[in-house]
Each structure stands twice: as C-alpha cells, then as structure tokens.
C-alpha cells in the first residue's frame, strides 16, 4: 500500500504524518506532491504558526520504495528521475518555509528518511529512535539533500564516515552530534514536538522567518550577512511586536 501524507490541525500547529504502516511509511511520488501542497496552504494560513512532520505507528520513515527503485531500474529511469525531482523540490520547501518545521522522530529514519528529517528545522527524537544512512547497503549514493546536511553539520570526515559505512546510531549519538535537538520517551515524541512546536508559536513569527532566513544563508561572505542582519534588524524593529515587546520588558525591569 502506496504511504499517504494525512493533515491534522493541533491548536497553531499543522501536523503531517507520513501514513504508510505496512511499509514503515515508504516515501512515494503522492506524498512529495502532498507535502509541496500542503506547505504552500500552510504558509499562506496565518492561523498556522508551525508544522510537525512525523510518521504513523512505530517508525518515522524508512525512506525511498525499493520495489519501485527496482521496477524503475529495469523499465523507467526517467519516471525515477522525476520522482527524484518532486522528492528534491519538497525538500527545498520545507528548508525555505518560512515557519518552524520540527521532526518527530519514533523508531526507525532510514535513507531517505534521515534526508527528511534533516531538512527539517529541529528534531526531536524517541530515546529509542534509530537513524540509519542504509544507501550503501542496497549500493546507492544518497538524495533528499542528506550529504549536504550532514556535511554542513558534521564536517567532512564525519559526513563522509556516516554515509560510507551507513551505521545505525541512536538518537543519544545524533543529539550528541548536535542533528537531534530534544529527546522523549518512546510513544511521547509528537507531544513534546508539539509543546515545542507552541513554545514557538507564541514569538513572533517575522522574528523566526528573519531568524530561519539568515540561518539558511549563512554561508556568504561575512560582509554580506551583516549587511543582511541589519536589513532585517530594522525592519523587525519597525513592526508593532517589537515596540510592544520592548516595552514590556522595560516595565518589567523597572519594578
């Protein structure tokens, strides 16, 4: 059974989960096109203030469909190209969405799985979650953007021993690593995905976009990213937030 992107709203929070048990929610050419949609009604809603993404029943996402890798080898390599295409575009869509996306990781991430885990925001994991880089066990280099996360994150020789020997690590190694940001007990990840999903919603929520914004760019020179700091330091400072937020806190430190 193909996996299906189901949509829940959860008070500010837009949940999506990755609903495909039989095949530990196997991605598939639905779901990118699914999750692109969803995005794209989410970001324009602003009753909307973050998204979750997480997966249905005790794993978060083994990653690509093997059985249609293997048709595809044999019979279309054009038809996989373009679900690698449409898999790429809702990885960019979710790095560039303007509002906090946090992964709620249970069980197993595997392959394409970890990629989409990765372009997440934040992470927050089972303490018996498992993630898995399994492209080398089935001869294959990876996608979803996995070499270029774990590259930035990690550095080079780490990325480069994560995805060569594609060793399963627990969620205590990836928060050591600084990939995993909180921890829950197993069955309780998408509650406190969710607590952290609000905790962010009550900021402000052109401070998180400037804040996601200049983060995703970070790599320009120096010059340029302070040149965009100020830019969006001043607009921020010139929003009706920032004067009411200010003056709270000088009330505050005046009593």
């Not at 898995?132 to 280099?141: C, D, F, G, T």
């Amino acid at each position: 059974m193909t996996t299906e992107l189901q949509t829940e709203r959860q008070g500010q929070t837009l949940v999506m989960t990755l609903s495909g048990p039989a095949t530990r929610n196997a991605l598939s050419p639905q779901v990118y096109a699914a999750g692109i949609e969803t995005l794209n009604m989410a970001e324009s809603s602003p009753d909307v203030r973050a998204v979750v993404l997480t997966g249905a029943g005790d794993h978060f996402c083994a990653g690509g469909d093997l059985q249609r890798l293997a048709h595809n080898r044999q019979h279309d390599m054009q038809a996989q190209g373009a679900n690698l295409d449409a898999f790429h575009q809702w990885i960019e869509a979710l790095r560039s969405f303007p509002k906090p996306v946090i992964a709620a990781v249970e069980g197993v991430a595997a392959g394409g799985g970890v990629s989409l885990a990765l372009a997440c925001d934040l992470i927050v994991a089972s303490e018996s979650a498992r993630f898995v880089m399994a492209y080398n066990k089935v001869a294959l280099s990876p996608d979803g953007g996995a070499s270029w996360h774990l590259s930035k994150a990690l550095g080079r020789a780490r990325a480069l021993e994560c995805l060569w020997l594609g060793e399963q690590q627990s969620a205590q190694q990836w928060q050591a690593l600084g990939l995993v940001s909180r921890l829950a007990p197993a069955g309780m990840v998408l509650e406190h995905a969710l607590q952290l999903a609000e905790q962010l919603a009550q900021m402000a929520p052109q401070v998180l976009t400037s804040v996601k914004e200049l983060v995703n760019d970070s790599d320009r020179p120096l010059r340029a990213h302070l040149d965009a700091e100020k830019q969006h330091f001043l607009v921020n400072l010139s929003r009706p937030e920032a004067g009411q937020a200010i003056e709270r806190f000088l009330q505050g430190k005046s009593r």
